[in-house]
């Protein structure tokens, strides 16, 4: 499904242009179709830049990554929005368009995949009735808690019916009671046969959810194991 | 695009045109009072022009002869002014004419039948009309020359002199003003179209990122905007039109003299306006739409990364 060959991604420090920071070191990943992934790691060891990466926000200095056998690395940039819209991505900090009720929000991503209306009327409540959030429609984001919010976010993500899910630190503002609601409507997506990638800091949910864990730290990938726990290296 | 994406953009731009609507309406206002400025003086340009072609075309000096001067030298003194390059036209009037003229204008015939053609007193006559206005004066003067002392009984032109000069005047200073006016109008307008469309993509930069990440199309995030801008232009043209009435009907360019030197001239104006309303509201709209959408895009273009 996923398959990252050699990657490599470097940025230019602020201060000095010339400076290179390494984010990402000859990063080789596969992830097959239907997998659960965690992806964790310390802050700046290069989780996110792997997410931005494969949300083709940005593209790696080398290397390949193959999704559904096609480079992403190599998008036209014509081509990115047809993409995003084969993927659906979730946040930490949700966003969700403030001026937009929950429907709109939701709807907006079938409107611009220029989706034909009979179908939007169709299909947001169904999703919004997925998320637990069915009688929500006419709120605004404003009106929502922040485990409600993320539920909204998740709807849109899979709007789509994505066959991957990227959820990059989407309980990082949540209470631990709201991290257990999304963390199970992520289990419940994946068991309807979504891939999904979690990135997180969250050890409690890396250890209770026990699936493949990915551990990256300064730039590499230390560790990889099929049912694995949070263990950062030095500390275990 | 689909149309039914193009419908949902112009929904979406109309969406953002009234939650952003103190900002539009700066906008509206902008491109509302550019419009104005470039209708009074278009309108005034035309009114001139037209009343100064219609007055031009009446305009002519008459030079009335004595009665004892020889047919001869009229005709002479007739061909050497008409080789002037000042001159487009001499007519000679002779008495016969000139019975002809009196008789056919509308009085009494009491008066009418106090000449015959047997007892003529009208003086034979040379009808000159000036290539241009400005020229009646110098040609008019000719004849005050020594040698037509003797020939001459009288040149009349003096009536039209005065509105004459004033319309040239007129004319030529709003030419002037309006070039410079409108020329500042629409510079500030692009200024103001650029910035507040700088505003709203700064202002919105979150909901553009979103836009891009849910799969929207580079043109699904700019056409809003366009659409914006247009509603910025039609409703600045309606604005403007509506505002030109009330300037030409209430002779309010009596108050603000900047805007109009010929205020002699506001029915001519009104009635200008009032017969070509359609044509003159379809292309402010149309140049309002052009200005707000070409500086709406130089701003996206200029802002909106993808």
């Known amino acids: 499904m996923i398959d990252i060959r050699n990657v490599t991604k470097s940025y230019s420090r602020s201060s000095n242009p010339k400076q290179r920071i390494l984010a990402l070191d000859d990063i080789n990943l596969e992830i097959g179709k239907g997998e659960f992934v965690n992806l964790v790691g310390p802050s700046g060891a290069g989780k996110s830049t792997l997410i931005r990466l494969l949300i083709a926000e940005e593209r790696p200095d080398e290397g390949s990554i193959l999704v559904s056998k096609r480079d992403i690395a190599r998008l036209r940039t014509k081509d990115l929005p047809y993409y995003r819209r084969k993927i659906g991505v979730v946040f930490q900090d949700f966003k969700l368009l403030p001026v937009k009720t929950v429907w709109e929000n939701i709807a907006f991503a079938l409107e611009v995949s220029d989706a034909a209306s009979s179908d939007i009327q169709d299909r947001v409540p169904k999703i919004l009735t997925m998320v637990g959030l069915g009688d929500k429609g006419q709120n605004y984001p404003s009106e929502l808690s922040g485990g409600e919010r993320q539920r909204v976010a998740i709807a849109r993500a899979m709007i789509h019916s994505p066959r991957i899910l990227i959820a990059d630190e989407p309980t990082g503002n949540l209470d631990p009671t709201t991290t257990w609601e999304i963390v199970e409507l992520l289990e419940r997506i994946h068991r309807s046969g979504t891939t999904v990638i979690l990135a997180t800091h969250d050890k409690a949910v890396v250890d209770k959810l026990r699936k493949r864990v990915i551990v990256i730290e300064h730039g590499r990938v230390v560790s990889d194991e099929k049912i694995g726990r949070y263990i950062v290296p030095g500390e275990a | ?306």
């Open chain 2, 1 to 306: 695009m689909s149309t039914r994406g193009f419908g949902r953009v112009i929904r979406l731009g109309a969406i953002n045109f009234w939650r952003n609507r103190w900002l539009s309406l700066a906008s509206v206002l902008v491109v509302g009072i550019t419009l104005f400025i470039i209708g009074v003086f278009f309108i005034q340009g035309v009114v001139i022009q037209n009343t100064t072609q219609a007055i031009q075309d009446k305009l002519d000096i008459s030079v009335y002869f004595n009665d004892d001067v020889d047919e001869q030298v009229i005709t002479d003194i007739q061909r050497s002014i008409a080789n002037r390059p000042d001159v487009k036209s001499v007519e000679y009037i002779t008495k016969e004419k000139a019975f002809e003229i009196f008789q056919s204008r509308p009085s009494s015939e009491k008066i009418k039948s106090l000449i015959t053609p047997e007892d003529n007193p009208l003086p034979r006559s040379l009808v000159i009309r000036p290539s241009s206005p400005q020229d009646l004066e110098q040609l008019a003067k000719l004849f005050e020359a020594d040698r037509y002392e003797a020939l001459v009984r009288r040149v009349s032109y003096q009536d039209n002199k005065n509105v004459i000069e004033s319309l040239v005047e007129a004319s030529t200073t709003v030419k002037k003003n309006g070039w410079i006016l409108t020329a500042v109008a629409i510079i500030l307008s692009f200024i103001l179209i650029y910035n507040t469309t700088r505003i709203i993509i700064v202002s919105r930069a979150d909901e553009i990122e979103i836009m891009r990440l849910v799969g929207s199309t580079e043109s699904f995030v700019r056409w809003p905007f366009l659409i914006e801008a247009s509603l910025y232009g039609v409703f600045g043209a309606l604005g403007a039109s509506g505002a030109l009435y009330v300037f030409l009907q209430y002779d309010l360019a009596s108050a603000t003299p900047l805007l109009s030197i010929a205020n002699f001239l506001a029915p001519d104006m009104l009635s200008f306006y009032v017969d070509h309303l359609i044509i003159i509201i379809a292309v402010m709209i149309a140049a309002g739409v052009l200005i707000a959408t070409t500086m709406s895009s130089f701003a996206v273009r200029r802002f909106v990364k993808l």
